[in-house]
């Protein structure tokens, strides 16, 4: 089993910064995408950013020059730093990575963590 165990969340005030953290464990062979959705009552699950093995990275339009993603891939963890947080970033944060193992990849998400910014 892989289990993914997110930290990290918690209140701000709008212009304050956050760090997320997940990391994940158990059967794990190779780790090829990991990063962060995000989602509220109004709105679909959507992606907030993502770091691939190959180093590359990827960025909802909304948090750009504002949230860098990271990972340590010898932890098996990714973190998401959170800067100049505005209230509409308020939302569930989930955790999701893309796992080998068993000669399949498979799709894992973490248990959420709650985000609120005050405005």
């Known amino acids: 089993q892989v289990q993914l165990v997110e930290s990290g969340g918690g209140l701000v005030q709008a212009g304050g910064s956050l760090r997320l953290s997940c990391a994940a464990s158990?059967?794990?062979?190779?780790?090829?995408?990991m990063g962060w959705y995000r989602q509220t009552p109004e709105k679909q699950r959507e992606l907030v950013a993502v770091r691939i093995s190959d180093g590359s990275t990827n960025y909802a339009d909304s948090v750009k020059g504002r949230f860098t993603i990271s990972r340590d891939f010898a932890k098996n963890t990714v973190y998401l730093q959170m800067n100049t947080l505005k209230p509409e970033d308020t939302a569930v944060y989930y955790c999701?990575?893309?796992?080998?193992?068993?000669?399949?990849?498979?799709?894992?998400w973490g248990q959420g963590t709650q985000v609120t910014v005050s405005s």
């Open positions: 158990g059967r794990i062979e190779k780790i090829n995408a």
């Open positions: 999701n990575a893309e796992i080998y193992y068993d000669s399949a990849y498979r799709d894992y």
